[in-house]
């Protein structure tokens, strides 16, 4: 103890610098936490949180008897995977794409252009896929009539929810997402570029064998994070794009939690739908940090 108290004092300037985000987590975070058991209670507000009645896994029961419960979670899942499938393959091709450009100009305007639509908007993001897909102005049914064909209902047709609401979300956060693997291609040894170039490889084959694998611990740490957050899907865009034709296949588990809990007022009812994502959160990312570790040798910790 001792010995701890002398290296506080003497970095006591680091301790500092740490204690008001410190404070800030153990308020803001950590404190709040005892809220979680109003998941297992008959939450009443009167009575507050500690004084009203205890119902056990009853929450929990109800919403994996509930008929639609495997629905939601099996949309959240497609939805979350499907935009994992896509999301970080596009973004570690622009990363790649970027950092092979030769042309200054041009690689500063296709950073610019990519990087813009991230700072839209959910709000407007959801209007601008709107009016593309409006089926009497939309620029999509435009083109489709203009070749002879009939216009789509897009926003209508429920098994083209997750391809919209997925490319859209390409299309938006791309540029912004290959900016981390972008930084780590930028340590890649020129020494060694040059001696693969010596060695008679061309473009593909040095992106292969020589930046892929040096950005290998930055991707699984990525994919370690994706996988372990699969069922955390954000609702504000889910929930702005659904309608009552594409509910079936737009309706997820935060969507579901934003209605039963803050529109219905169940709050103990949503609080364990959100402690059992939080649950299952927790394994995933330790379950895959371990698989990642044994079988790739780069992990979180």
Request: charged content about 15%; some cysteine; glycine content about 6%.
């Amino acid at each position: 103890m001792t010995h701890i108290l002398k290296k506080m004092r003497k970095h006591w300037q680091f301790y500092i610098i740490i204690l008001l985000p410190l404070v800030h987590l153990l308020i803001f975070q950590y404190g709040p936490m005892y809220g979680v058991i109003i998941a297992f209670k008959r939450y009443n507000a009167v009575l507050g949180i500690l004084k009203s009645p205890w119902v056990g896994l009853r929450y929990f029961q109800h919403f994996f008897s509930s008929p639609t419960s495997w629905e939601i979670i099996w949309n959240t899942l497609s939805i979350s995977i499907y935009s994992l499938l896509v999301r970080m393959p596009a973004a570690i091709i622009l990363a790649v794409a970027l950092n092979e450009c030769d042309s200054k100009r041009y690689k500063k305007t296709v950073q610019f252009v990519t990087y813009a639509p991230y700072f839209i908007s959910t709000v407007v993001m959801v209007g601008i896929i709107f009016q593309i897909t409006d089926l009497r102005l939309g620029v999509i049914n435009n083109i489709i009539r203009f070749f002879g064909g009939e216009a789509v209902n897009f926003m209508g047709r429920a098994n083209m929810f997750s391809s919209i609401l997925v490319w859209s979300g390409i299309w938006q956060s791309t540029g912004f997402s290959s900016i981390l693997y972008l930084a780590a291609l930028t340590g890649v040894s020129a020494e060694l570029r040059e001696a693969a170039i010596i060695d008679g490889t061309n473009r593909i084959q040095r992106i292969w064998h020589v930046d892929l694998p040096f950005i290998k611990p930055t991707i699984v740490i990525q994919l370690i994070l994706s996988l372990g957050n699969i069922l955390n899907v954000g609702y504000e865009k889910v929930f702005l794009m659904q309608n009552s034709m594409n509910i079936g296949k737009s309706e997820i588990i935060s969507t579901y939690v934003y209605k039963v809990g803050l529109q219905n007022g169940n709050y103990s009812f949503s609080a364990a739908i959100g402690l059992m994502n939080t649950i299952i959160t927790f394994i995933l990312i330790v379950l895959v940090n371990r698989i990642a570790r044994r079988t790739l040798e780069s992990s979180l910790w």
